[in-house]
């Protein structure tokens, strides 16, 4: 059973010193050149954090004043983290006995930094406050304050977490807007009409949209414009059947187009309502170009399920029928042997067999090649009212004085003017700030990629001022909230703005074993795409080596990945033979709890982790794990209104607040602290 519950045992491995047989060790050294600008891929457990500090240590050793340097991350606790490192290698550079310090090279440069703290008298150590390691977001603030006329601000609003309540205002009073004479009104009543007069629906859609409204203030304009929109439309198909055209194995296409045309003259003449009837006057077979779509839609039919596996069977539904006659039914079989052999090749083991099925699979999800009127008339409506949504939410943010991230991002920006027409403040900060280090540039959005291009756009080449940009794509998880892994690759082959950046690779693995990395290594490079795709995000999979490998001690792996896979309990069901029923969650639960009792026995000290998608496939597990007496500590998994403490508070509350509510008294009368039958 494929199911996302993961038991792993995990024995941190410590970063010791670099040897001079690290694989990357050149690469290591060439990104502490503080004369230079650097893009660095660095993947998991590759101690790129750890790099990014020695880069900072060496920059210390040759700024003027500390404030130049600004490093950026995108989490508070990431900037705190980042700061306490610097603090501790300036702790441990402070001792005299380095025998117990792992880290001669990040020791070597925090006392340089020292030594330049000594110099220009900056007292670092008194005032770490002097250290600019910051959140994106408080850089924005920083540059709003700076500038309130420019980035729209009077006194500097609030910024808040959650504005959700700010977004659904602003929501309201547009939609009070309803029974105006004016485009406003008439555009509300007919978004109103489409969503059936449901006010609580429209009124959170608004809501949703004014919050992600950093996706699509940039592209209002070209929204008004249908022949662009649904000249995108068509382009997104066409670049997918382009994908499914190159990934379809060549050798193979001869045979499927053969059954294809069987599979069509065996459908009945009846049958008008599946898009198998296609094959009935294929000629050849489908290639990249637009027209050719619904083939490639009936192949997706014919060759995957409804769930995009490839199919095990084949029958009536698909052109392979069964024939009482003898004659027929020998001639029937032996077409459907032929497809059960295609489907075999197809689906076997091999590194492309899953991109294929995807790729098929992805065609059935496509939009269609244009609008009708009814929905252009609905659309056309919602993107004339987007700015006038955004007018009212900076009416809100004005009354309540608060705003969010993303209107401090955009004043940001306002406050930095244009490339031919910088402010002062623009100018001011290019002077500044001399070096720029990023964090997990992978995860930036495309406004954050234009402030940085703001903050640079002044730079040029061997003037003293660098830019470091740190990352991994295959570790973007935030495009939910517009971050655009296509902007590291983008940066990597062309800079940012006028900065030529030098690019880096690190591949060696300091956190994980060998067994671990090699497992990695296989497993995901059949998974990952093998080229890069900036439309849809894909990213290939860049291999790692174990840095224990180096070492003699551990030259050899061991098996350290182990899958329990979940028996499938097959349901017998004549509509569907390939479908059946997963595992029970009970089942898993069991599974689950002797997999943590066998690798207790085995390694007592070992650190266990269970790792879900969601917490309800922990339903069965938590209670499992406490029926055999197994004590966990739990993340935000276990709710704290459903703990017997909580809910006898919650009673305590209602009664005091409300004297007659009788079943929150009855309730207290049966509280542990009362327990009156």
């Keep these: 059973m494929v199911r996302a519950v993961r038991v792993m045992a995990l024995a941190r491995r410590p970063m010791n010193n670099l040897a001079h047989t690290v694989a990357d060790r050149a690469e290591r050294e060439r990104a502490i050149d503080v004369s230079a600008s650097f893009i660095v891929r660095a993947p998991a457990g590759s101690g790129k954090t750890r790099l990014l500090i020695q880069r900072y240590l060496a920059l210390l050793a040759r700024v003027d004043e500390p404030e130049e340097i600004v490093a950026i991350t995108f989490t508070r606790k990431a900037a705190a983290e980042m700061r306490q490192r610097v603090l501790d290698a300036f702790a441990s550079a402070n001792q005299r006995n380095d025998s117990d310090n792992d880290d001669a090279d990040t020791l070597r440069l925090a006392r340089a930094a020292l030594a330049r703290d000594a110099e220009r008298g900056w007292q670092i150590l008194a005032n770490a406050s002097r250290l600019r390691m910051q959140t994106i977001d408080s850089l924005n603030a920083s540059i709003t304050r700076q500038m309130p006329l420019l980035a729209r601000f009077g006194a500097q609003p609030e910024s808040v977490d959650d504005a959700s309540a700010l977004y659904r205002e602003a929501a309201r009073n547009l939609l009070a807007q309803v029974n105006d004479k004016t485009q406003v009104g008439d555009d509300v009543a007919t978004l109103l009409a489409h969503l059936d007069n449901n006010m609580t629906v429209t009124e959170t859609l608004l809501a949703d949209v004014l919050r992600s409204r950093d996706h699509w203030l940039r592209n209002l304009r070209e929204m008004h414009e249908r022949e662009i929109l649904e000249a995108t439309l068509v382009r997104v198909r066409a670049q997918a059947s382009a994908r499914a055209a190159t990934m379809f194995p060549v050798a193979e296409k001869d045979e499927t187009l053969a059954l294809a045309r069987v599979a069509g003259q065996n459908m009945p003449e009846s049958t008008v309502d599946t898009g198998l009837c296609v094959f009935k006057s294929i000629a050849t077979f489908p290639g990249d170009e637009v027209d050719a779509l619904p083939t490639w839609l009936?192949?997706?039919?014919?060759?995957?399920?409804?769930?995009?596996?490839?199919?095990?069977?084949?029958?009536?539904?698909?052109?392979?029928?069964?024939?009482?006659?003898?004659?027929?039914?020998?001639?029937?079989?032996?077409?459907?042997?032929?497809?059960?052999q295609l489907l075999q090749t197809l689906s076997g083991d091999h590194t492309n067999s899953a991109a294929i099925a995807l790729s098929l699979h992805q065609l059935r999800s496509l939009p269609a090649a244009g609008y009708s009127e009814s929905q252009w008339q609905i659309l056309g409506a919602i993107v004339r009212l987007l700015p006038h949504a955004t007018a009212m939410l900076w009416s809100?943010?004005?009354?309540?004085?608060?705003?969010?991230?993303?209107?401090?991002?955009?004043?940001?920006?306002?406050?930095?003017?244009?490339?031919?027409?910088?402010?002062?403040?623009?100018?001011?900060?290019?002077?500044?700030?001399?070096?720029?280090?990023?964090?997990?540039?992978?995860?930036?959005?495309?406004?954050?990629?234009?402030?940085?291009?703001?903050?640079?756009?002044?730079?040029s080449e061997g003037d003293g001022r660098t830019l470091f940009l740190v990352g991994d794509p295959m570790q973007s998880i935030y495009r939910f909230r517009e971050a655009e892994v296509s902007l590291f690759s983008r940066a990597w082959r062309e800079g940012v703005?006028?900065?030529?950046?030098?690019?880096?690779?690190?591949?060696?693995?300091?956190?994980?074993?060998?067994?671990?990395?090699?497992?990695v290594n296989n497993t995901f490079q059949a998974l990952m795409p093998t080229d890069e795709d900036a439309t849809t995000g894909a990213v290939p999979y860049s291999p790692s080596v174990a840095f224990a490998a180096m070492s003699d001690d551990e030259a050899t792996p061991n098996i350290a990945v182990t899958l329990h896979p979940c028996l499938l309990h097959k349901a017998a069901s004549d509509a569907d033979p390939e479908q059946a029923a997963p595992s029970t969650d009970i089942e898993e639960a069991s599974r689950v709890v002797s997999i943590i009792s066998a690798t207790r026995r085995e390694k007592p000290d070992a650190i266990i982790s269970i790792l879900v998608?969601?917490?309800?496939?922990?339903?069965?597990?938590?209670?499992?794990?406490?029926?055999?007496?197994?004590?966990?500590?739990?993340?935000?998994?276990?709710?704290?209104?459903?703990?017997?403490?909580?809910?006898?508070?919650f009673s305590l509350a209602r009664a005091l607040l409300h004297l007659a509510d009788r079943i929150a008294w009855f309730a207290i009368l049966r509280a542990p602290w009362c327990e009156l039958t």
């Design 298 to 340: 009936a192949l997706a039919d014919l060759l995957l399920t409804k769930t995009g596996s490839w199919r095990k069977v084949v029958n009536k539904n698909q052109g392979f029928p069964t024939s009482s006659n003898a004659q027929e039914k020998s001639r029937l079989a032996a077409q459907k042997n032929r497809m059960h």
């Design 396 to 459: 809100v943010f004005s009354q309540h004085g608060q705003c969010d991230f993303t209107e401090i991002a955009e004043a940001a920006s306002r406050a930095l003017g244009f490339d031919d027409a910088p402010t002062d403040l623009a100018l001011a900060l290019d002077y500044r700030i001399s070096h720029l280090l990023v964090d997990e540039f992978q995860d930036t959005s495309f406004a954050q990629f234009e402030l940085l291009e703001k903050l640079t756009r002044g730079w």
């Design 613 to 649: 998608r969601n917490r309800g496939h922990l339903r069965e597990i938590v209670p499992a794990l406490k029926a055999a007496n197994i004590a966990f500590h739990a993340v935000d998994i276990d709710p704290l209104k459903g703990r017997p403490v909580v809910q006898d508070l």
């Design 497 to 519: 703005g006028g900065v030529h950046l030098n690019p880096l690779t690190l591949n060696v693995n300091f956190r994980s074993e060998v067994g671990i990395v090699e497992w």
